[in-house]
């Protein structure tokens, strides 16, 4: 089956740029997706992209796709201790029937 | 306009008994999916649904597990005869009839805890 990989931990320092790294194998994903999860509650929506889109920018949220390589990035400017949680990328191909989530990368803000 | 709401929060049972799992999706939502997050583990996808109708249980287990989405009330995910391989976060997500690849809206999660 399809499969969506993430490093597992990323701690940086209040103040500097985090990247979350994301490799998937599906060639015919149509939309990726990050999420966040706080402890003990749901994901939250952060950005999606569309997969003919090469680069997205919401304030300090940068997501850039290489198609080619089937790479996902999220870059999050002036990282702050609110920014500690997991990370999640997804995909999907089936136009939104079935995602696919990574394992989840737990960002660490160190003061 | 409510988020997608899930019911209970948290659900505590013995192996043996049954476990319902229920989820309101936002308002005008017709799509509702089911994933499983096992401690320290993504989302697996379990189950699509639209109004009285199953569209995708591939991520389904073979036994014991059920979900429906009636033409009205929530949609209900249902463990029989739990195991304490069943203890894990459920959540449910929703997403509109239209513009369906953009997202999906996620609940907060029911955490079953299987004694």
């Known amino acids: ?111 | 306009n409510a988020g997608v709401m899930q019911n209970p929060r948290h659900l505590v049972r013995r192996r043996g008994q049954e476990a319902r799992l229920r989820c309101s999706p936002m308002k005008g939502h017709s799509h509702v999916y089911w994933y499983r997050q096992l401690p320290e583990e993504g989302l697996k996808f379990m189950v699509y649904l639209q109004k009285e109708n199953i569209i995708d249980e591939s991520g389904m287990p073979k036994e014991r597990f059920s979900a429906e989405f009636p033409k009205e009330g929530p949609s209900i995910l249902r463990i029989q005869q739990v195991v304490r391989g069943d203890s894990a976060a459920y959540f449910c997500a929703s997403s509109p009839p239209d513009r369906v690849e953009e997202t999906q809206y996620f609940g907060p999660g029911t955490r079953l805890l299987v004694l």
């Not at chain 1, 490093?7 to 060639?27: P, Q």
């Not at chain 1, 850039?64 to 089937?70: A, E, S, V, Y």
């Not at chain 1, 990282?79 to 997991?86: H, K, L, N, P, R």
Request: aromatic share 12%; net charge negative; with cysteine.
């Open chain 1, 1 to 111: 089956g399809e499969d969506v990989e993430q490093s597992l931990f990323l701690s940086v320092r209040e103040g500097d740029s985090s990247v979350i790294n994301c490799t998937y194998t599906d060639s015919s994903s149509t939309y990726l997706y990050w999420y966040k999860q706080e402890p003990g509650a749901g994901l939250q929506l952060l950005t999606y992209i569309f997969s003919n889109m090469d680069m997205k920018q919401d304030q300090r949220l940068t997501v850039l796709l290489n198609k080619k390589d089937k790479h996902l990035s999220l870059r999050i400017a002036d990282t702050q201790t609110g920014d500690s949680a997991i990370y999640f990328c997804a995909e999907t191909a089936n136009y939104g029937q079935n995602f696919v989530f990574g394992p989840g990368t737990r960002l660490s803000v160190l003061p």
